[in-house]
């Protein structure tokens, strides 16, 4: 009996996964048999990271990508169909954030945060689609976040991209379900990965005050992420679109 939850044999690209969640979802998925194509705005740092994948005999390949720049989202797309003749699932990933208070943000953070976590996800998806549609066939997967659906104080930038997201990826599932592609999105919440951007300190009182709403008490391991990713990759989730799945230890039970 075929596998349900099998990725073996798809092309998947992932954006942002020189480093955290992306590059452990990078990993597993090429460990489950999937050609993986990694992208990251941080040359140096996808390199290395490819190093360390091929170090293990996974079959992975890199592409620069700035996902704030919609020529490199099209190339990005352009050269993983092109080395590999399809794209089977596209994970917008890529994500960027700045705490502070909403009358502390510059125009060019505000930019800067709608470009990489929106702006991003709409260009890659969008030239994913372009060449699934011809296929009948393709699965694109965004990144959102708990941040998307509540409030969350010092997120003004970051929540209105994953509250956009949310909405995309319906709109989207709308739009490509006659065309066979499923649109979902993963919405963490706290997990130990800190995004470029963050400073992160374990006894502010911003961080114990996520840990008290979160049921489970502690924030997600990256790991534990990696089954929700896969399950809507594979045929596992063949009657799952429009979706924004929770993945956050509990946070949304409140």
Not at 197 to 212: E, K, T
């Amino acid at each position: 009996m075929t596998n349900l939850f099998s990725v073996a044999g798809q092309v998947v690209c992932i954006t942002g996964s020189s480093r955290g969640l992306g590059k452990t979802l990078a990993r597993a998925f090429a460990e489950h048999g999937a050609t993986v194509v990694i992208s990251s705005f941080n040359e140096p740092e996808l390199d290395q990271t490819l190093k360390e994948l091929e170090q293990d005999n996974l079959n992975v390949t890199a592409i620069p990508c700035d996902v704030s720049r919609t020529t490199d989202c099209k190339h990005l797309i352009a050269k993983t169909v092109k080395t590999f003749g399809r794209i089977d699932t596209c994970i917008c990933n890529a994500g960027t954030d700045i705490i502070k208070s909403a009358t502390d943000y510059s125009e060019e953070e505000w930019d800067k945060i709608l470009d990489v976590n929106l702006r991003g996800a709409y260009f890659c998806a969008r030239y994913a689609a372009i060449e699934m549609i011809p296929r009948k066939s393709g699965n694109i997967i965004m990144t959102s976040s708990i941040a998307g659906q509540f409030g969350v104080a010092g997120l003004a930038p970051y929540a209105s991209s994953k509250g956009a997201i949310n909405l995309l990826v319906k709109t989207m599932a709308v739009e490509f379900q006659p065309h066979n592609i499923r649109v979902n999105a993963i919405a963490p919440g706290y997990l130990n990965n800190i995004m470029d951007g963050v400073v992160y300190d374990p006894n502010d009182l911003y961080q114990q005050r996520i840990i008290a709403r979160t049921l489970m008490g502690r924030r997600g391991n990256l790991e534990e992420f990696i089954g929700p990713y896969i399950f809507l990759a594979s045929n596992a989730s063949s009657y799952v679109t429009g979706q924004i799945v929770g993945v956050d230890g509990g946070y949304s039970c409140w």
